[in-house]
C-alpha cells in the first residue's frame, strides 16, 4: 500500500493555499498518510470574514475529517441563521422577509431528511484555522511567509520556487505533485498554463466592516442577512444595500454596488459611516469602522483543472460572487474530490490515469455554481419591478404594495412571484447535493435507463445510489445503541462496500481479494443496524446487491442484484477495481 518515499522529494504533494481548498486538501492528504506540505504567502489567515454559509454537503466533508464538532462551537447555528430581510432600514418598516437556507417550514424537514449535518453560518476566518490546526495535528507541514514563485514540472514530479518572505531567501522543494488553491489571482494557475473563461470584473461592490451593538433592532427577528430597500442609497445590479451579521450581533458588514464606469469607488469612512446610519436608521449610531474596501464580480471559470503534476481548484477554477453562498463550499468539496485521488496514486494504489476524473468531475460544477451565483444577482430586477412605480407619480416601495386599489394588488403579486424565484438563491438545495458526476471513476449502471428527476432538480435533493451520486443519508444504529448515518461507515482512504445481510457473497469476496483500499460493511449487523429501514428504503439494490463507496461518500459501481456465488463477486469486484483503479489494483490483491 504503501510506496517507499526516497530522499529525492520533500513531500508527496505541496499545496499552495490555507483556505477553504488548501486547509480541506491539507487535513485530508495527511489524514491519509500523504506527507503533504502546505504554504500561504501571508504571515497567518484570513483577516476578513469572506465567505460564511456553509451548507450541508460541505458539513458533511467536513464531518467526515472530524472537524465538525469544531465548527458548530464557533458557528452561529442553523436556528439563528433566520430570516432574510428586505426592510428599508432596521428600524424602518419591512417590505418582506424570506425563510432562508432551509429554516422555513415549508423546507426544513428535506434538510433534515437528507443530511446527518446542519447548516452554518461561519466567517472564513474561523474555519481556516480550524482546518490548517488539523491538518497541522495529523502530521501536515504549515509554513506561512512563504510565497510561491515558480514551477517546472518532468516525468517524476515538480520542483517548485518559493520565497521565504520573512528573509528573502528562495528555495526549492521537489514533490511529485502540486496543488493550486492560492485563490482568484492564482500562480500557479499560470504557471500550468491553465486559464479560465468567461468575464472579470462586471460589477462593483464594497464592503466596509464594522463593530457595533445592533441587537434591539434584530435579536427578535434574527437575520444573517439583511436587504436595505432604499433608492438613495441603492447603487449597483442588485440594487439593495446589505447589512450582514458576521458574529451576531455586534460585528456586520455593510455592503453596496457601484457604477465602474464612474470609476474607483468612494471608499472614504464619510461615505460608509453614512451609509451604514442610513442602513440602520438611526443617524446617531457610532460604529467602529475596521476596513473599507472594494471588490469586483466575476463570471468566470475553468474547463481544465490539471496540467500533467500540477492540479487547481477552489477560487483559482470558478470565480464568482458570494450570492448563493456556493464559494467555500464548492472549495471543500473540490478537495475532498482531488485529495483521495492522490492519495491512491502516491501510495500505489491506483494508476495516475485516476487523476483525469478530477476535471471530469469538478469543472461541470464549477461551471454550474458561477452561472448559479451571477444569476441569483440577477434574480434581484423582478422585485425591484415589483416594488418601483407602475405610472409617472405613482407609489413605490412599501406605500405601493400598502395601496387599496388594483395597483396594489398587482405590485403584490408581482413581488411574490419574485420570492419564489429567489427560492433558488436562498433555499437551493438541489444545486448543492445533486451533483451527478461522469468520469472514468464512475461506473454507470449497465443498460441504465436516465434519471428521472421527481422535482425540481435545483431545488430539492433526490437521494440516490447512483453511481457518481452521493451516497444517500440513512440513520443507522450503531455500538451502544447511538445514532450515526450512512455517511459515518464510508469514507477515510477506503473503497466500502455498503451491503445488506443477503449480501454475504460479496464480503466473502472481497477477503479473498484482500486489497488494501477495500472493506466491506454490512447495513443491518452490529454496529451499522438499520432499525429505522431508512437504508431499505433508499438503497435501490437488492438485498443481495451492494453499493461500492468511494472515499469521498460518492457512489461508484453498484451491483444491482445478487451475484451467483461467491466467485462470481470476486469477478465482478476484480472488474471494479481494474476499472477504478488500474493496474495497481490487481497488483494489491491476493492471488
Not at 511567509?145 to 515538480?158: F, L
Not at 502516491?346 to 451565483?373: C, F, H, N, W
Amino acid at each position: 500500500m504503501m510506496v517507499d518515499h526516497d530522499a529525492h522529494f520533500d513531500a508527496d504533494v505541496l499545496v499552495v493555499g490555507l483556505g477553504p481548498m488548501g486547509g480541506t486538501t491539507a487535513l485530508a492528504l495527511a489524514q491519509y498518510g500523504v506527507r503533504v506540505n502546505a504554504i500561504s504567502r501571508q504571515p497567518w489567515l484570513a483577516d476578513t470574514p469572506r465567505a460564511h454559509i456553509m451548507n450541508l454537503r460541505a458539513a458533511e466533508v467536513l464531518r467526515s475529517l472530524g472537524v465538525e464538532e469544531r465548527l458548530q462551537e464557533q458557528a452561529t447555528p442553523w436556528e439563528s441563521i433566520g430570516d432574510t430581510l428586505f426592510t428599508t432600514s432596521l428600524v424602518g418598516p419591512e417590505v418582506f422577509r424570506m425563510r432562508t437556507w432551509g429554516t422555513g417550514d415549508d423546507r426544513h424537514g428535506d434538510y433534515l431528511r437528507s443530511s446527518p449535518a446542519t447548516m452554518l453560518d461561519i466567517p472564513q476566518t474561523l474555519v481556516e484555522p480550524i482546518l490548517v490546526n488539523a491538518a497541522a495535528g495529523h502530521g501536515a507541514k504549515i509554513s506561512f511567509s512563504t510565497e510561491y514563485i515558480s514551477s517546472v514540472q518532468d516525468a517524476e514530479g515538480v520542483t517548485v520556487s518559493l520565497r521565504d518572505r520573512l528573509n528573502g531567501i528562495d528555495y526549492e522543494q521537489r514533490v511529485r505533485y502540486l496543488v493550486g488553491a492560492d485563490g482568484a489571482r492564482s500562480r500557479v494557475m499560470d504557471s500550468a498554463g491553465l486559464t479560465v473563461e468567461g468575464q472579470l470584473g462586471r460589477a462593483g461592490h464594497v464592503y466596509a466592516q464594522f463593530r457595533g451593538d445592533l441587537s434591539q433592532y434584530v435579536a427578535h427577528r434574527p437575520s444573517i442577512l439583511n436587504f436595505i430597500v432604499n433608492p438613495e442609497v441603492a447603487v449597483g445590479e442588485i440594487g439593495f444595500g446589505l447589512l450582514r451579521a458576521v458574529k451576531p450581533w455586534d460585528t456586520w458588514i455593510a455592503g453596496w454596488g457601484f457604477d465602474m464606469t464612474k470609476g474607483d469607488p468612494d471608499v472614504s469612512r464619510e461615505t460608509a459611516l453614512a451609509r451604514i446610519r442610513a442602513y440602520v436608521g438611526d443617524p446617531d449610531f457610532e460604529p467602529e469602522i475596521t476596513s473599507i474596501a472594494p471588490w469586483y464580480v466575476n463570471e468566470a471559470s475553468a474547463a481544465v483543472y490539471s496540467n500533467g503534476r500540477i492540479f487547481c481548484g477552489g477560487d483559482a477554477t470558478h470565480r464568482h460572487p458570494p450570492s448563493s453562498g456556493l464559494g467555500s463550499n464548492t472549495c471543500i468539496q473540490d478537495a475532498f474530490n482531488l485529495a483521495w485521488k492522490l492519495a491512491f496514486v502516491v501510495q500505489g494504489d491506483a494508476d495516475p490515469v485516476l487523476l483525469e476524473s478530477y476535471t471530469a468531475e469538478r469543472a461541470p460544477v464549477g461551471k454550474q455554481i458561477v452561472a448559479r451565483a451571477n444569476q441569483s444577482r440577477r434574480d434581484y430586477a423582478p422585485i425591484h419591478e415589483a416594488l418601483k412605480p407602475s405610472y409617472e407619480g405613482g407609489p413605490s416601495g412599501p406605500a405601493r404594495l400598502k395601496a387599496q386599489n388594483a395597483d396594489g394588488a398587482a405590485a403584490r403579486a408581482a413581488l411574490a412571484a419574485a420570492i419564489d424565484l429567489k427560492q433558488y438563491e436562498f433555499n437551493a438545495q438541489g444545486i448543492e447535493m445533486n451533483q451527478r458526476y461522469e468520469s472514468n471513476a464512475v461506473i454507470p449502471d449497465a443498460h441504465g435507463a436516465p434519471e428521472i428527476w421527481q422535482r425540481d432538480r435545483d431545488l430539492y435533493v433526490q437521494p440516490t445510489t447512483r453511481p457518481g451520486a452521493k451516497v444517500p443519508h440513512a440513520w443507522l444504529v450503531g455500538a451502544k445503541g447511538r445514532r450515526l448515518s450512512t455517511l459515518d461507515i464510508v469514507g477515510g482512504p477506503y473503497l466500502t462496500v455498503l451491503i445488506s445481510p443477503s449480501g454475504v457473497a460479496w464480503a466473502e469476496a472481497a477477503e479473498v481479494l484482500a486489497h488494501p483500499r477495500l472493506r466491506t460493511i454490512t447495513i443491518g449487523e452490529p454496529g451499522a443496524d438499520d432499525l429505522y429501514y431508512e437504508w431499505h428504503r433508499v438503497r435501490e439494490v437488492d438485498d443481495g446487491g451492494a453499493v461500492l463507496v468511494r472515499p469521498d461518500g460518492v457512489v461508484a459501481w453498484r451491483a444491482l442484484t445478487a451475484p451467483m456465488d461467491a466467485a462470481d463477486a470476486r469477478a465482478q469486484l476484480e472488474d471494479v477495481l481494474a476499472r477504478l483503479l488500474g493496474a495497481p489494483a490487481l497488483a494489491g490483491t491476493r492471488a
